[in-house]
Every structure is written in structure tokens, then in C-alpha cells.
């Protein structure tokens, strides 16, 4: 509201730069918050090259799959009985052919637990929570501006649908003390209060005598565990949402 104070600024230059991090988990004593890391910049370049071996030693197991199962579609559909009459050779073929295809299958299903193990739900750098990824930014900026940025990323300012979301967004306050634009607002019709998405709002958190429309306030502000509508030029941080992508076998 007009007249507030503006968001504090963190001391620690280098926190306030910091997405992620430890996560949430210093400040969740009850095991709310999942235990999602991100790493450090200069880590994350690690997984690209393990990609890229794995992606060689791919090509030259299938390479040698692909000579292995030539080899079996070259034995001669007939074979010559040896002096007994016998035609234990041409038992052979199966046997090999049996071997060979368990060793394809083993071999593959170790390519598949490699990849699951490097799949990723969320981009570098998100929080995954709740088959949700969120990204807090590390910059200031109006609503618009801010709503700009996620659409820019295939994401759109967070859009809250629970308690437990609520309480999510809200460690990260206590942790960073900062205000963050959330993706409500009645710009189009005051107040008529839609997300991002048009959806009209179901669950609320306002605190105490909001919101007041005080000076023109159309956004929608969090602040620790309440909302707080505001002036939508106002610079403030935001929190992008976007849907997870599964790994395999979820």
C-alpha cells in the first residue's frame, strides 16, 4: 500500500544474488519443504560433458549391438552333419542368439538407469515442490516487467492454488526478506482479483485491512505469509512457476 516501506535490501550482496541454494530446509523444522539443491554455477556445466560421454558410450554400444546381432543373422541356415550323422550345430545359433539378446537387454536397461539418474523435473537453478518448478528471481521489477520475464521463459508469475503453497513461498520470504510480485491482480476491473492465467481467485491470504486500493493498487504483493495489494509499478522481486517434467518410471 502507499507509504509502506520498500523491500528491505539484503546486506550480504552475495546471498541476495544466491537462487536456491540450500533450499528451504534450514528453515523447515517440519519437513514441509522438499529437499531441492541447486548447485553452483561452476558445477553446472559438469552435466553437460557427462551427457556427452554417455551419449558416445550410447552410440558405440549400439554400434557394437548392431555388429553383435549381424553376426547372428550371418550363420548359414543350414549345417553339415558330422560323421555321426548329427546335427548338434545347428543348436548352436539359438544358444548364441539366446545369449546375445540377454546381453542386449541388460545392457540396456543399465543405459536407462544412467539417463534416469541424470533427468532433472526442474531447470537449473528451480525449486521443485509439488510437481511444480519455481524460480525466484534475482532482480527487481515492476508487475508487468516481472510477468514479462516468466512468459519469456515458458513460465508466468506464481499463481497460488493451496496452503501449502502459501507456506512454501513463505519460507523463502523468512529466508531472503524480500517482497515478491505473485501473479494476481484487478488492473482489468478493480476489484475483480484474476491470476495470470484468467482464473478467478479461490483461495486468499490478505492481511489485516487488505486490500485497500490505496493510491491506485492493482497487484498483488507477498509479503512473509500475507498479501498485500500495491501500486503495480512498484519494483519488486517475483517468483516464476511452471509445470515439472517427469523422469521416466514417475
Known amino acids: 500500500m502507499a507509504g509502506e516501506p520498500e523491500p528491505r535490501q539484503t546486506k550480504n550482496h552475495e546471498e541476495e544474488d544466491t537462487f536456491g541454494g540450500k533450499g528451504f530446509a534450514e528453515n523447515d523444522p517440519e519437513g514441509l519443504i522438499p529437499r531441492s539443491k541447486s548447485m553452483p554455477e561452476c558445477v553446472t556445466r559438469v552435466p553437460w560433458l557427462l551427457l556427452l560421454l554417455i551419449s558416445l558410450g550410447v552410440f558405440v554400444l549400439m554400434l557394437a549391438i548392431l555388429v553383435q546381432v ?16 548329427s546335427s548338434s550345430l545347428d543348436a548352436v545359433p539359438h544358444e548364441q542368439t539366446h545369449s546375445s539378446l540377454e546381453q542386449i537387454q541388460q545392457q540396456l536397461t543399465q543405459i536407462n538407469a544412467s539417463l534416469a539418474g541424470l533427468c532433472r523435473p526442474c531447470p ?4 521443485l515442490f509439488q510437481r511444480s518448478c519455481y524460480l525466484f528471481s534475482r532482480t527487481l521489477g515492476s508487475w508487468e516487467a516481472s510477468a514479462s520475464s516468466c512468459q ?14 502459501q507456506r512454501f513461498l513463505k519460507y523463502w520470504h523468512i529466508r531472503k526478506n524480500q517482497l515478491t510480485w505473485i501473479g494476481l491482480s484487478d488492473h482489468r476491473r478493480e476489484g475483480s482479483w484474476h491470476w495470470v492465467d484468467d482464473s478467478p481467485i479461490q483461495l ?3 492481511g489485516e485491512g487488505e486490500p485497500n486500493n490505496e493510491g491506485d493498487e492493482d497487484c498483488v504483493e507477498l509479503g512473509e505469509d500475507k498479501w498485500n495489494d500495491r501500486r503495480c509499478t512498484a519494483n519488486n522481486f517475483w517468483v ?10 514417475h
Open 70 to 85: 549381424s553376426r547372428i543373422r550371418g550363420y548359414p541356415q543350414g549345417q553339415t552333419l558330422d560323421q555321426q550323422g
Open 152 to 165: 519469456a521463459l515458458g513460465a508466468y508469475l506464481v499463481i497460488i492454488n493451496s496452503v501449502e503453497e
Open 240 to 249: 516464476c512457476e511452471q509445470p515439472w517434467a517427469p523422469c521416466p518410471g
Open 124 to 127: 537449473w537453478d528451480w525449486e
Open 204 to 206: 486468499s491470504f490478505w
